[in-house]
């Protein structure tokens, strides 16, 4: 089955969860259908979902016999257990001939080059493709296919289209998140249920209220995000360049989707038989009366803003988890830690001590401090402003024996690599290197000869991935947050080039284009009238707003130059305790994500981090000395150390 629209062939896009489900949609007006096998897959919550090896070729056969497509999804982050199972299962996928894998993990890609396999290679939307340089790359490395960003509206698809023929996928209906691709990690971090790792806990969909310059508004679920509806808009993503219109839903009923399906399919059919009188409006009444929760065309048309979160009472109450506690650091966490680090490495150097900074200011402490290096921020919390050239060069003139890195912001548009190309070819900064947060911006600047440190948006999680982005041209790979600690072992062990790590501080666990300091605009504050209830927050100042949850925590959200938010956790990240361990297994580059400390809070982090890289043995004493700014200090994902198997519940 194929359709086409001006001689290019349009694509609908289905999933199927199971065997029985496939077997409808396939027999529905999808073109093709995706779907994941038992292992390496997202969507992995329910082990009575996904399809065996024997089903997945039947699937294949059955979807060839009648001219249709089948995609297995291989898109999770791998841990080292999925790295044992990638080589059998990728040849037998190479066996069974599926039209195209859809991933995420580049280890897939190390596996599928060194075992020399035929296999055709999507990325998948949470490789978060959202700039030209990413595509370019991406093409180099044989992927065929980019499933965009979410958070890209179709005026830059658009232009992107009309710089190169890689084939542009789009999701078109159903359930959306509200932070970029792949960059969301508090599930990871909380629960040790990764949502790269297609074990997400929603904590997005919880009821927060929101508090800020002591006042409090009653905004309920104000990350919860309406769902993807584009069916209105089919003419629009054609005209966008777009050749696959994908359509959300692997956990969704077989009823549900054939019938959404084929709503679809015969708005694709009637757009392509007569343009011109085309009924956009035709069923959408129907679409619209089926919905859970209220729909949206997200970020198609730009963005969205608070028209984007969903109100209807129906599909806001489900609940996937409900707030816990950031767990806090223990004595017997911390031995059990220990007692897990005890590998002696040779690779083990006197350890460097890195900070990345948000202002001017924080980055002259770190200088006095005399870290090693200092790492400035591409997206600063306002009020503060993006270093000036001027800034940069008086640190760079003053740095002594520190090294100075500029780092990119994460999401990067076109724009974006205008302006640092320009920085960086036209001027002499006197930087060290450059910390970098996406493909597309490693791809651009390495012919600058700087070093390349790659950052946490990276979301490296396996040894594989590191061998992937070495070639690349990385010096430095910094670890994901959300690796446990078994799995860091592993890395660390086998990674070809130094590991960092981030052992201190607040780094952003959501990360979105939507603005939450938008509701304070909007929503009348409970507390208005009584001034003398109005509350500070807890640990950050008060114009820095914080979602309180049910259990009252207060997580910070900083909103950045670019307008976009950063959620934290309410405690600090804090691996000072077993620094000397890690730093005997292998690991000599730790990093303090400092961005949202005050001078002050600052220079004692650094101070008794200095003391710490200096002399190891004193690192429980130190760490006893140390009070937090925020709710306390809590593990992150280090405290998971069993690594959790993908369909654990
Ligand atoms: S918590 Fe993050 S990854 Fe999970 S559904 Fe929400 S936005 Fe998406």
Redesign the pocket.
């Known amino acids: 089955m194929s359709r086409f629209f001006n001689k290019k062939e349009i694509e609908l896009l289905a999933p199927a969860g199971t065997f029985e489900i496939f077997k409808k949609v396939i027999h529905s007006g999808a073109d093709a259908v995706y779907l994941g096998g038992k292992k390496l897959n997202m969507r992995m919550l329910r082990s009575d979902y996904n399809l065996s090896n024997d089903e997945i070729e039947e699937a294949i056969a059955i979807a060839h016999s009648l001219g249709k497509k089948v995609y297995i999804t291989v898109n999770n982050l791998l841990n080292q257990e999925d790295l044992k199972d990638a080589e059998e299962y990728l040849e037998f996928l190479d066996k069974v001939q599926p039209d195209a894998l859809i991933i995420q993990d580049f280890a897939i890609l190390e596996f599928i080059n060194s075992l020399k396999l035929n296999l055709t290679l999507h990325s998948s939307v949470m490789m978060n493709v959202h700039n030209l340089e990413t595509i370019i790359d991406l093409k180099e490395c044989g992927i065929t296919r980019v499933v965009t960003s979410r958070d890209m509206d179709l005026q830059t698809i658009k232009e992107l289209h009309k710089q190169t023929d890689m084939e542009l996928e789009y999701f078109t209906h159903g359930d959306m ?3 970029h691709g792949a960059q ?1 990690l ?2 990871g971090m909380l629960f040790g249920k990764s ?1 790269n790792r297609g074990l ?1 806990m ?4 919880w009821n927060f209220t929101i508090k800020k310059d002591g006042l409090s508004y009653p905004s309920q679920y104000p990350m919860a995000v309406k769902d993807m509806y584009m069916y209105e808009h089919l003419p629009e993503m054609i005209e966008a360049g777009i050749i696959s219109f994908k359509i959300e839903g692997r956990m969704r009923d077989s009823d549900y989707l054939v019938t959404m399906i084929n709503y679809y399919s015969d708005a694709i059919n009637r757009y392509i038989s007569d343009p011109i009188c085309y009924d956009r409006k035709k069923d959408a009444q129907s679409i619209y009366e089926t919905r859970i929760r209220d729909l949206s065309t997200s970020s198609a048309f730009g963005k969205p803003g608070l028209s984007n979160i969903n109100n209807r009472s129906e599909g806001t109450g489900k609940i996937f988890s409900n707030p816990i506690d950031e767990i806090e650091i223990t004595n017997e966490k911390i031995q059990e830690i220990k007692t897990l680090l005890q590998v002696k490495s040779c690779n083990a150097q006197k350890p460097k001590l890195s900070v990345k900074v948000n202002s001017y200011s924080q980055a002259v402490v770190s200088l006095e401090e005399g870290v090693d290096a200092i790492y400035l921020s591409g997206e600063v919390y306002v009020p503060a402003t993006p270093f000036s050239k001027n800034e940069i060069l008086k640190l760079t003139s003053h740095k002594k024996g520190t090294k100075i890195y500029l780092c990119f912001p994460r999401m990067m548009l076109e724009e974006d690599f205008s302006k640092y190309n320009h920085l960086l070819t036209e001027n002499n900064l006197g930087l060290d290197g450059l910390v970098v947060t996406n493909l597309g911006a490693i791809h651009k600047f390495k012919s600058l000869g700087l070093e390349l440190i790659g950052d946490y948006s990276l979301n490296i999680y396996n040894h594989k991935a590191v061998s992937f982005y070495e070639k690349q041209g990385l010096s430095v790979a910094t670890l994901s947050l959300e690796t446990p600690l078994i799995d860091a072992k592993d890395v660390i062990a086998k990674s070809p080039i130094p590991i960092e790590i981030i052992v201190h501080g607040s780094p952003t666990v ?1 990360y979105m284009d939507h603005d939450l300091y938008e509701n304070t605009k909007i929503l009348e504050p409970t507390n208005i009238l009584e001034p003398t209830i109005r509350e500070n927050n807890s640990f950050v100042n008060n114009d820095v707003l914080v979602l309180v949850d049910e259990k009252k925590h207060e997580h910070p959200v900083q909103k950045d130059n670019y307008g976009r938010n950063h959620m934290m956790l309410y405690k600090e990240l804090c691996y000072l305790p077993f620094l000397k361990e890690l730093n005997e297994s292998g690991v000599n580059n730790f990093r303090i994500e400092a961005c949202s400390y005050d001078d002050i809070s600052l220079r004692k982090v650094l101070n008794t981090y200095m003391k710490a890289v200096n002399d190891l043995s004193q690192c429980e004493d130190l760490f006893k000395s140390l009070s937090s700014s925020y709710g306390g200090f809590t593990l992150g994902a280090f405290q998971f150390n069993m690594a959790l198997k993908t369909n654990d519940k």
């Open positions: 998140c509200i932070a969301c508090y599930s949502s997400c929603k904590p997005c969909r959501m």
